[in-house]
């Protein structure tokens, strides 16, 4: 397997960099809730969704190829959110080589960027899709789904001026902290400024050790419109060090990913704007899937018509109306 990046081998730091970032966990959390059974997570990362989703009974199968993200996912699921439901798997999900069949599988916070080309891109919808289960057949099966989650192409992150800094926010990095709920130790991270207010069993972790140190996160970004590849320069900078990380992530147009959902025999059945429910515009800062199998067939045991939303993604049988519903957190 290829080594991870140097980013994800901080793991402290990256963890700590991402512990705001919250928004997109209720839509994981309505898809898990409407499609039963397992769920697997491509690119689980440190297990911020895996948590989410089996602190609200779902159990999570997770895979990612950095050790060390792993690592801290295991190590948190088993020592502060009782993550027995969760199991973490080392692996490429380019060729994932996981037995079994799972009637969701999801891709969240941008998995895809990791996709420096179409190849890969494809090679991943495809695992997705080997590894979706077949739909039942009993009256009111629902199909297996894929979703997964782009950052849309945005103008204000494409034409920055190469070299330009810009402040990201600030990061509280710890090397290992104690869970204020259970008061176990484990090699974990926090940050970025959240108080000491969360709940019991939020999971959030402690941040007023005197161990702790307060980073400031700046920004540059270049754009390469020939590769479509966005090279991001990341500096943390403290009291007691400064960090510099890279990140290239391949931007990728929606068009795109539908190209590649085709190929790898996947069919669009929503696509948002947001993860509540807006539907996609050229404006939208995020682009989210939810596909199937292309030619399942409906509970009815009829194929579905497929027809083209007003965004000209194929969208909007009576099951994309539904899942529209939810997605806003209506149903
Ligand atoms: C932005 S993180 C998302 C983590 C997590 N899903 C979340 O939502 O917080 C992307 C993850 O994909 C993993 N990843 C990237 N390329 C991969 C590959 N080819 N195979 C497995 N995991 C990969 C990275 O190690 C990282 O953990």
């Not at 599988?105 to 080997?130: C, E, K, Q, W």
């Amino acid at each position: 397997m290829e080594p991870s990046l140097p980013l994800y081998r901080d793991s402290d730091l990256y963890a700590a960099q991402h512990v705001e970032v919250t928004e997109d966990l209720p839509f994981w959390g309505r898809l898990a809730a409407l499609i039963p059974g397992p769920v697997l997570e491509l690119g689980c990362g440190d297990g911020r969704v895996s948590r989410y989703l089996t602190e609200r009974g779902h159990a999570v199968v997770g895979v990612d190829n950095s050790p060390e993200l792993l690592g801290l996912a295991r190590t948190s699921a088993a020592s502060s959110w009782g993550g027995a439901a969760a199991r973490f798997e080392a692996g490429d999900v380019r060729k994932l080589e996981l037995p079994g069949h799972f009637r969701l599988v999801i891709a969240p916070f941008n998995l895809v960027g990791h996709m420096m080309d179409f190849t890969d891109l494809v090679a991943v919808f495809r695992s997705a899709a080997r590894r979706l289960a077949p739909q039942p057949n009993a009256p009111g099966g629902l199909p297996s789904r894929f979703a997964f989650h782009a950052f849309a192409p945005r103008p204000e992150q494409l034409d920055r001026t190469p070299g330009a800094v810009s402040f990201r926010g600030t990061v509280r990095r710890q090397a290992h902290v104690r869970d204020r709920d259970s008061g176990t130790s484990g090699s974990a991270a926090s940050g970025s400024g959240r108080s000491g207010s969360e709940q019991p069993g939020s999971g959030r972790f402690d941040l007023h050790r005197p161990d702790s140190q307060e980073l400031e996160w700046y920004e540059a970004a270049s754009f390469e419109p020939a590769t479509k590849l966005l090279r991001l320069r990341w500096f943390f900078i403290g009291e007691a060090e400064t960090l510099e990380r890279t990140l290239t992530l391949r931007v990728w147009w929606p068009h795109e990913l539908v190209q590649a959902l085709r190929a790898a025999g996947l069919r669009v059945e929503w696509t948002g704007g947001d993860f509540d429910g807006s539907p996609f515009t050229p404006d939208s800062e995020h682009a989210v899937f939810v596909t199937q199998l292309a030619g399942e067939r409906d509970c009815g045991g009829r194929y579905r018509r497929r027809r083209t939303s007003g965004s000209g993604y194929p969208s909007s049988s009576s099951s994309s109306r539904r899942l529209a519903r939810w997605s806003s957190g209506t149903l």
